[in-house]
Each structure stands twice: as C-alpha cells, then as structure tokens.
C-alpha cells in the first residue's frame, strides 16, 4: 500500500538502496507541485535549486546567529528528475567554517508518490554562504562557545 504524505512519519523513511545515506540533517521539506514545472510538465531544476539555497540560508543563519548570503555555488549536478508529486527532503551539512564564510554540502532527496518510504537522492551542491551585517557587508562569524 502506498503511504500519503499524511501517513508519513520521519522515523520510518530509509534511503533507497544503492543510493548514499544523508551526510546532514534535515533542513527543508516540501512538496512538488504542478506550478513548479515547464510546459512540458517537468520540475525546474530552477525550484530545486532555490529550495537548496533555502536550505542552505536556514542552516548558515542558524550557525551564524543571523543575516547571511550566497555568495556561490558549486558542484551541482541534477542526477535525477523531480516530479509533481514528490516530496523533496533537503539536508545540510556544514563543511567548513571560514572567517566570515560557511560552506555546506546540500542534498536533495525526494520520497516519490509511489513510496514514501524510501528516500532516493536527485541532486548535492555546495553552498557557501557570508555571514552579513545590517549594511550587508561580510561580519565574523560567531565562535561556538560565543
Ligand atoms: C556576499 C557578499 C556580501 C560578500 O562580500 P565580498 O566583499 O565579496 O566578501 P569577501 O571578498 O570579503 O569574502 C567574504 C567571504 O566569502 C568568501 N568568498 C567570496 N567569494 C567566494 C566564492 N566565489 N566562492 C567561495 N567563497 C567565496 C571569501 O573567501 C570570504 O570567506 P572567509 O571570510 O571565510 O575567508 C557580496 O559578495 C554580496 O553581497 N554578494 C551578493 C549576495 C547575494 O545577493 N546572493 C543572492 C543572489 S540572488
């Protein structure tokens, strides 16, 4: 039987096999929905791209208690396409914290409509976020222990 999305409970969801397990936590989730897509009826990969950016500004303003901005990205590759329907589950892990700069590595899975159990992964990038002041220039970013 095939689990709607209110059905789904986090704990029970597992990564497809064959694919990587997550190296983050979870950051967003969201689901894929017909205003999302080309004529053609396919996700932009311009949706999933600003979810990961999402992603990454939620988890880089949590580290640098406040303001920040992408200043690049890096590496994306769209392996696989998402779908109306889809629920996309992105996760951020932090891989370097520069002076006033975060880099995070953003995964993109999606549970598709047909099992929402298994995660399967369609995208990673790295972001690198500024840590930004009230005049949107570059501030430190704070110490753990501060
Ligand atoms: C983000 C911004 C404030 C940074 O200002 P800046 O004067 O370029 O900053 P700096 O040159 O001092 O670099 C700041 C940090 O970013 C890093 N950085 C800059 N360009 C980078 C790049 N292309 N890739 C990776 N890191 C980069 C620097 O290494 C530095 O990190 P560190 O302090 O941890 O060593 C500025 O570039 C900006 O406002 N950009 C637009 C951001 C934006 O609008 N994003 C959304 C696009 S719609």
Not at 36 to 50: C, K
Not at 55 to 77: K, L
Not at 84 to 100: E, F, N, S
Request: net charge neutral.
């Amino acid at each position: 039987m095939t689990a709607s999305i209110d059905q789904l409970d986090p704990d029970l969801i597992i990564t497809a096999p064959g694919d990587p397990d997550p190296k983050g936590k979870p950051a967003i989730r969201t689901l894929a929905m017909p205003a999302d897509t080309n004529p053609s009826g396919d996700v932009f990969g311009g949706w999933l791209l600003s979810q990961m950016d999402l992603a990454a500004g939620i988890s880089a303003a949590w580290h640098a208690r406040g303001r920040v901005a992408t200043v690049a990205v890096q590496g994306m590759e769209f392996h696989r396409p998402v779908r109306v329907g889809d629920v996309l589950c992105v996760y951020a892990d932090v891989v370097k914290v520069g002076r006033t700069s975060i880099t995070l590595l953003i995964e993109a899975y999606v549970l598709r409509s047909r099992d929402r159990k298994h995660r399967v992964k369609v995208t990673e990038g790295v972001f690198t976020c500024v840590a930004i002041d009230e005049n949107g220039k570059p501030r430190p970013v704070p110490s753990e222990e501060g």
